[in-house]
């Protein structure tokens, strides 16, 4: 009888050593996050592995799986935990080792197995930990799979019959980066920088990039999970701006930039100015939907509204359906609409056929943007950003709220700007044109700037992000709306940045 976990343990005694730690808080809507020590221990991953292998069953999905881990002193130990909890639910276990988290995915199709477990906290600070699960390529779970998962695990109902299996798979990075180089090689010479934040896909992004054609400046490419630097996000302008300087420096014609965990990828122009990933969205669905008539894009509720008034998408016909952030989220309902691709203002693309399989992969969205430049020999990276229709976005903000309440103080904002609206009253000095509820809320005015306000799905933070199609000045008076509203509530505490 394997214990049920315990909400708290303090370290350095027999009982967290002898019993499991899971804090509920980690298991998020589609993956789950916790402070490695702190707030989960390895019998906790254990119990997590035996949770896993029970809901397969459970589910009806074949008792196999794929797992890897990112570059962390404490990943492999983690994996390891998960994988004698898998067994223990009698799974046959396919470890692919150190791996990108889209290396996990495509070892789904390569291998034909049904399942995934990878091990990653992505780009969070170091001391995170977590698992990015599915059950059915390409998609991963959410919140139902999640939520029933959380109960299995908490509540220690597993089902364990052992027999379970382990198998290594060597060698396998080589295959993967096969299936991404197994293509014609650029016809245009293409300088890239190839930024990793010293993270997990250092070890592979360059070799991918350079087989395709490119030439490529290696920044922070070794392996250090000490992430002396900045950490691997290239969503933080730390990165960006390290990203800039080597492109100026090389003259080159791109900067690429990875997270810790290869799902994302950020994009910096020739002259050194960061495209947020949103308009890199817009830009790939133009040169994608001149190729594929009426074209279908989904596209996360944090991304520009350029998506649907793009004059160059309206006269392609490509259209775009809004949906709520997060990449399962994403990737499923990208999977449901048989859309060409989805764009999520984070960084994670998910392209369908002939693109890509489905899943957020950081090397698929770089080599798409590869082509794009192939397909456009006589434009630079800033003449196609430079096309597209002006407007001031901010990058996306976080300030700080406890998981514990973070979705309640959403829940409060949410009904502030209902009651507003029903009342006739401004935001920024407008009248309110339109509210999106689907996910946190999206309030915009009469002249099309808008704000977000929701709650972040992995880490104790709100997410806020304002866009104007008129002006800076606009843009700006969007984010002191939006901020007055957040100042309400004293649980809502500092932005990791600003404006």
Known sequence: MFPQPKSVLTPNTYAYESEPLVKPTGFREYDARWLFGKEINLMGIQALGMGLGTMMREMGVRSEIVTGHDFRSYSASIKYALISGLMAAGCKVHDIGLCVTPMAYFAQFY????????????????????????????????????????????????????????????????????????????????????????????????????????????????????????????????MLHAIRDAVL????????????????????????????????????????????????????????????????????????SYWKTGHSYMKRRTHELGALAGFEKSGHFFFNAPYGRGYDDGLVSAIAVCDMLDRNPDRK?????????????????????????????????????????????????QAIRDLVTVNGVRVTVEDGSWGLVRASSNKPELVVVVESPASSARMHDMFRAVDGVLRQHPEVGDYNQTL
């Not at 949103?278 to 991304?303: N, T, Y």
């Not at 959403?410 to 609206?421: C, I």
């Open 381 to 429: 990276m800033s003449d196609l950003k430079n096309a597209l229709p002006k407007t001031w976005s901010s990058p996306t903000m976080a300030p700080h709220c406890a998981d514990e309440i973070k979705y309640e103080v959403v829940a409060r904002v949410v009904k502030h700007f209902e009651d507003a609206k029903a009342r006739g009253e401004q935001v920024a000095g």
């Open 249 to 320: 420096e090389h003259k080159a014609d791109i900067g690429l930039g990875f997270d810790g965990d290869g799902d994302r990828c950020g994009i910096v122009d020739d002259t050194g100015e960061e495209i947020f990933a949103d308009k890199v969205g817009v830009m790939l669905a133009r040169d994608i939907s001149a190729l594929h008539k009426d074209a279908l894009f989904v596209v996360d509720v944090k991304s520009t509204g350029l998506f649907m008034t793009d004059p160059v998408l309206q006269q392609q016909g490509a259209r775009a």
């Open 111 to 238: 291998l034909d197995v049904p399942c995934v477990a990878m091990v990653t906290a992505s780009h969070n600070d170091n001391g995170w930990t977590g698992v990015k699960m599915g059950a059915g390529r390409p998609l991963t779970f959410g919140p139902d799979e999640m939520t029933r998962l959380k109960e299995i695990v908490l509540e220690a109902a597993f089902d364990l019959p052992g027999g379970g299996s382990y198998h290594f798979v060597e060698n396998f990075p080589a295959r993967y980066i096969a299936d991404l180089s197994n293509r014609p090689k650029l016809k245009r010479p293409l300088k890239a920088v190839v930024a990793c934040g010293n993270g997990t896909a250092g070890a592979f992004a360059p070799h991918v990039l350079e087989a395709i054609g490119c030439e490529v400046v290696r920044l922070d490419c070794e392996l250090d999970y000490t992430f002396p630097k900045y950490n691997p996000n290239p969503e933080d302008m730390e």
